[in-house]
């Protein structure tokens, strides 16, 4: 079967840096994605990471180690329009490509 | 990028009837997926809908209970059979860029949701 954990809530202050961690157990992993969810809204991709390392695109970067089963989210310069849930998910091949989400990070940012 | 719009966008339905839910993307797509996910949970894969073939169902969902028609590559519908409360939820179709690249570049659009409340 496959699992991911991440924490189930985050609170930072606005101008500050946060750190999603997730990790994870699967079989046929390819790659770790996040995804961000506005309330009421659809999940939106931030960012794929297939290979070990650092990926950056903006105010958000994100890691992946394969050997670890491990990777984060990190958002700088927070926004108050950060507040939202933050998945981590596991793109994995059993026959067929598919993505499967873990629970989700409530990120709350304070002014 | 792929645009997605889903159809009804929320319904309430009574127990023990169905409900078929649209969803047309504006251009053609290899793979859909079907998620449901609860009001500030997780989203949890139904199945996958590939077009000329029957949909794979993931562990806990079943085709009598959940059929899935992908007549093309545009478009998809998933219905919620004899429903109970416990159906209710938010109805998700997603697609997904460039399939079958997993080691680079992967994205997958989500439409905006069908909110199904079952009494």
């Known amino acids: 079967g496959q699992s991911l954990e991440q924490p189930s809530e985050v609170t930072a202050v606005e101008g500050a840096i946060v750190q999603i961690n997730c990790t994870y157990q699967?079989?046929?992993?390819?790659?770790l994605s996040w995804y961000q969810q506005h309330d009421g809204g659809a999940p939106t991709f931030l960012s794929y990471?297939?290979?070990?390392g650092l990926e950056e695109t903006g105010r958000f970067s994100s890691f992946l180690s394969r050997s670890d089963s491990y990777g984060y989210l990190l958002l700088q310069e927070l926004q108050m329009k950060d507040s939202a849930s933050y998945f981590c998910?596991?793109?994995?091949?059993?026959?067929?490509?598919?993505?499967?989400f873990g629970a989700g990070t409530r990120l709350f940012v304070k002014a | 990028s792929a645009v997605i719009s889903q159809k009804p966008s929320r319904d309430i339905c009574q127990r023990g009837t169905s409900l078929t839910i649209q969803c047309q993307v504006d251009?053609?797509?290899?793979?859909m997926f079907w998620y449901r996910q609860q009001p500030g949970q997780s989203l949890t894969l139904i199945a996958t809908?590939?077009?000329?073939?029957?949909?794979?169902?993931e562990s806990g969902f079943v085709i009598d209970k959940f059929p899935i028609s992908r007549p093309n590559l545009t478009f998809s519908t998933l219905t919620v059979s004899n429903m109970s409360p416990e159906d209710s939820s938010i109805y998700l179709c997603?697609?997904?860029?460039?399939?079958?690249?997993?080691?680079?570049?992967?994205?997958?659009?989500f439409g905006p949701g069908t909110r199904l409340t079952v009494l």
């Open positions: 997603s697609v997904e860029d460039l399939p079958g690249q997993a080691f680079s570049y992967n994205e997958q659009f």
């Open positions: 699967t079989s046929g992993f390819y790659g």
């Open positions: 990471n297939a290979l070990d």
């Open positions: 998910a596991v793109r994995v091949d059993t026959g067929g490509f598919k993505t499967i």
């Open positions: 251009s053609q797509v290899t793979m």
């Open positions: 809908a590939n077009q000329g073939s029957e949909a794979t169902y």
